[in-house]
């Protein structure tokens, strides 16, 4: 059964995870870009909003893996290391969209006309 802990193994591995992650981050962008009808400023933010995620992501991962070096005998192997900080930064792309909801509620909450106005109304009330 050793090609069982070896599947198991690769499945877990830092390479799978970074392969997941970038594929759920664009899976998602390409449906929410496909409902809103591939709106170029629409793309721009979710590129930035990658962009910063990965950077954010990338980052904690050089902090982990620099308390890493000075807790370990043995340093990690260079790929290894390339391999986790590749998950750390498609894990930031892809929690960084965890907040577009928090950010549209927050823009209904300080802007209720701008759901008025996807909806086609106006809240005119001079007519």
């Known amino acids: 059964m050793r090609w069982i802990r070896r599947a198991a193994r690769a499945a877990d591995s830092d390479l799978a995870h970074a392969l997941l992650f970038a594929g759920l981050t664009l899976a998602f962008d390409g449906w929410l870009l496909s409902h809103l009808r591939y709106d170029g400023r629409a793309a721009g933010v979710l590129a930035g909003l990658a962009s910063v995620g990965a950077g954010l992501g990338l980052g904690l991962g050089l902090v982990g893996a620099r308390l890493d070096v000075r807790h370990r005998?043995?340093?990690?192997?260079?790929?290894?290391?390339?391999?986790?900080?590749?998950r750390c930064a498609?894990?930031?792309?892809?929690?960084?969209?965890?907040?577009?909801p928090a950010a549209v509620a927050a823009d209904l909450v300080l802007h209720p006309d701008h759901l008025v106005g996807y909806l086609g109304g106006t809240l005119d009330t001079d007519h």
């Open 73 to 86: 005998n043995t340093p990690t192997p260079p790929l290894q290391t390339a391999l986790r900080l590749a």
């Open 90 to 100: 498609m894990t930031g792309a892809l929690f960084i969209h965890l907040l577009l």
